[in-house]
């Protein structure tokens, strides 16, 4: 599991990018290492994510850390460029790599994944699956600027405030509007149409070559996990026979 929904973002991420997909284990090893609880191994994981960034950025590259490299400021530093490549990589993956087992479990549980890839049908099914489990349930910390009102509650200037997009997604007595997954406003996430994008193809894979694919557990004894915080929670395991 952990296989496939980190290195299938991490592929389609490192190609974007330019960067050899070579490095595809080296960018996984990485980002397990991010969460790890091992002291010092955050440290080691962004040296090797922003290590391998460096491929990317080689006279001759064609990927997008390539015309990255030609946009940027004059005083931008290699080192801050690199770095700058290691939140995409990282960042990049996080989301998509959290959601695709919930996705896969959802299209297999209520059969979604039979039937023609309809693109409206897919679109639904990713949808309604980040709204469900967004893969970061709360918003990074915000502070205010003065001081304000907000939910019937006085903040004073520089309060923090931290938004819980899960709760707002599933709260069955909020009035319908557009979910939150991927904030909102300047806050959107400028990656939101790439994981979508890779979510549906995940899906639309399911239709086109595994229509007898199955759940071999209830879909209720599968289980999640998560690090907690602002990181969201994944499956331990997806029990699946491709061929019914």
Do not use: K
């Amino acid at each position: 599991m952990a296989g496939f929904t980190t290195r299938y973002p991490l592929t389609v991420l490192l190609d974007l990018l330019g960067i050899p997909l070579g490095h595809v284990d080296r960018a996984a090893d990485g980002c397990r290492q991010m969460f790890s609880d091992e002291p010092g191994a955050q440290g080691r994981a962004i040296a090797a994510l922003t290590g391998l960034a460096a491929s990317g950025l080689d006279e001759g590259g064609r990927g997008l850390a390539a015309e990255l490299r030609d946009r940027v400021p004059a005083h931008t530093t290699r080192d801050q460029l690199q770095y700058h490549l290691f939140g995409l990589v990282f960042a990049g993956q996080l989301t998509t790599d959290a959601a695709l087992g919930v996705l896969i479990a959802r299209a297999l549980a209520t059969g979604l994944h039979r039937g023609p890839a309809d693109r409206t049908d897919l679109d639904a099914l990713v949808r309604e699956t980040l709204r469900q489990h967004p893969p970061a349930p709360f918003t990074l910390w915000r502070f205010t600027t003065t001081g304000t009102e907000l939910a019937g509650t006085r903040l004073p200037a520089r309060a923090p405030v931290l938004v819980d997009i899960q709760g707002i997604n599933t709260d069955p007595a909020r009035s319908a509007g557009p979910d939150l997954t991927f904030g909102a406003g300047p806050h959107f996430c400028i990656g939101a149409q790439l994981a979508h994008l890779e979510l549906r193809a995940v899906a639309a894979v399911l239709r086109t070559d595994f229509p007898d694919a199955r759940l071999t557990v209830p879909f209720t004894d599968l289980r999640l996990t998560g690090i907690g915080g602002l990181q969201g929670s994944r499956l331990t395991a997806l029990p699946v026979a491709l061929h019914g």
